[in-house]
């Protein structure tokens, strides 16, 4: 047997909790039973007391040699006593005392009360009680006693009855230790079965889900969750392979066919510059596609490099209505700038921010035809900074909202092509407002445009 196995560990827990509480109780009943029977034999003597005092009333007192010859005439039923005068000398003794060679001597300060004591010999240990009376005007000292091992039998009966029935009950303990620990965690052994069995060619498969209203149907359902997770993110993973397998593949067919092209036949000098172009165009998208993939691939590994630093956010707010404006004039779109703050104080990296907004214009001038009008704006409250990129252009319909900030995904993959978009965009325009604790929200209306804001935490100087 395993001996850290969960299954051992619950067994031997029973075990020690059971024999623990069996100990515990035999030593509360042993205890219990004991004092019951001090408590019985007390009572008893006080009874007997009480007996012989009336005796003495009944039948004398006379002087001590009556006493003493009344209380011979019924030594003979076996009572333990002793009667001693108002001195302290002995009257009279039991024959059940004298024989076991108690001595006769009465305990000195007793007042009317009743006091308990032991006494007797080494071989017949009493119990005593005594009380001082006064019968008839004549002051005796009562003594009654009972041999101390008078209900010793009771006890040791109950201890022997312990001791031989302690090992069963410690057996059946074990016993149903191993029973309860087995019971209770079969059901673990067949979650953990299932859970074997899922490997990553069968990831849409799930564990069995008790209906038993308890914790094991709640781990089967956090298992489930997780497997659900785990698929969700492995299907992730297969599509961004296979959708940048596919943007790759575009670019490169496009650089080996100029390169073959070229080389087919002899070509002139202008041709093969024409040629050579081509290729460095879009050797230049492959690498800015490459950096891309490479800066997502970062951010999924939570490696991200983008180092923070209090910055005024206000000049990028500016520099970015400067590139927008520069880049409408030939979509005859117009630009402007709202900055409704002197300073924008926030903590972030700027190549990265400015990378940020160069998206949001970038997408806000592509998306907006011309006649419209592009802003960028920048506020400042209490607590947060914002920054937004507002256009007029074509807007973005309900369905496709959830969907834009996925990787590759484009509402019009053909434009988007010839627009130059990969569909990366605003996954790591999102990705980059994640790394500074900002939120990247988008509000769109189709025909009338859209406005991507950036919530930033504001930076306490
Ligand atoms: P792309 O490289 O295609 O611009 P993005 O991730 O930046 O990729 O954007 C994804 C898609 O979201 C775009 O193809 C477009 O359909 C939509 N989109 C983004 N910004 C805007 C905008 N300002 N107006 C309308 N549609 C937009």
Redesign the pocket.
């Known amino acids: 047997m395993n001996v850290r196995s969960l299954k051992f560990r619950l067994a031997l827990w029973y075990f020690a909790t059971v024999a623990a509480i069996c100990l515990l109780a035999a030593g509360g009943y042993w205890l219990g039973i004991r004092s019951s029977l001090d408590y019985a034999l007390d009572q008893g003597l006080r009874y007997r007391l009480m007996g012989l005092r009336q005796y003495l009333e009944d039948v004398g007192p006379g002087g001590n040699t009556e006493i003493a010859a009344r209380l011979n005439e019924i030594s003979y039923l076996g009572d333990l006593y002793q009667v001693f005068d108002g001195e302290g000398a002995l009257i009279a003794q039991s024959n059940g005392l004298a024989r076991h060679g108690v001595v006769g001597k009465a305990p000195s300060g007793l007042g009317p009360g009743i006091r308990f004591d032991t006494g007797g010999t080494n071989d017949f240990p009493v119990r005593l009680a005594w009380q001082r009376v006064t019968i008839r005007g004549q002051s005796l000292v009562l003594g009654v006693a009972d041999p101390q091992r008078k209900y010793e039998g009771v006890l040791t009966a109950f201890t022997s009855v312990l001791l031989v029935s302690a090992p069963f009950i410690l057996a059946l303990a074990t016993a149903c230790g191993v029973w309860l620990g087995r019971r209770a965690l079969a059901p673990v052994a067949r979650i953990t079965e299932g859970a074997r069995a899922i490997t990553e060619t069968n990831l849409s498969a799930r564990l069995a889900v008790p209906d038993s209203q308890d914790e094991l149907q709640q781990l089967s359902e956090t298992l489930n969750a997780m497997l659900g997770r785990i698929e969700e993110s492995f299907t992730r993973t297969r599509q961004f392979t296979a959708d940048a397998s596919h943007e790759l593949r575009a670019p490169m067919t496009l650089i080996y066919t100029a390169a073959q092209h070229s080389l087919r036949r002899e070509r002139s000098r202008e041709e093969l510059v024409e040629s050579m172009q081509k290729i460095l165009d879009e050797s230049r998208r492959t690498v800015a596609l490459v950096d891309d993939l490479l800066l997502l691939a970062r951010g999924d590994a939570g490696r991200s490099t983008a180092e923070l630093a209090p910055i005024d956010a206000a000049s990028l707010v500016r520099d970015a209505a400067g590139q927008a404006t520069a880049m409408a004039v030939a979509k005859g779109i117009q630009a402007d700038l709202h900055l409704e703050a002197d300073t924008l104080p926030i903590r972030a990296n700027e190549a990265r921010l400015r990378r940020l907004l160069l998206?949001?214009v970038?997408?806000?001038l592509?998306?907006?035809p011309a006649g419209g009008r592009v802003t960028v704006s920048g506020s400042s409250d209490g607590a947060e900074v914002t920054i937004a990129?507002a256009?007029t252009?074509?807007?973005?319909s309900p369905a496709?909202l959830p969907?834009?900030?996925e990787r590759f995904?484009?509402?019009?993959?053909v434009?988007?092509r010839e627009?130059?978009?990969?569909?990366?965009?605003?996954?790591?325009?999102r990705q980059i407002a994640d790394e500074h604790n900002a939120r990247l929200d988008?509000q769109?209306e189709v025909g009338h445009?859209?406005v991507?804001t950036i919530r930033f935490p504001k930076a306490v100087s």
Do not use: E, P, Y
């Not at 252009?393 to 973005?396: S, V």
């Not at 995904?409 to 993959?413: F, G, N, Q, S």
């Not at 627009?419 to 325009?429: D, E, F, H, S, V």
């Open positions: 998206i949001l970038d997408n806000a592509k998306f907006t990129v256009d252009g074509t807007g973005i496709d969907h834009i900030f995904w484009r509402a019009d993959r434009r988007s627009t130059g978009g990969t569909g990366l965009g605003l996954t790591i325009a988008v769109s445009g859209s991507f």
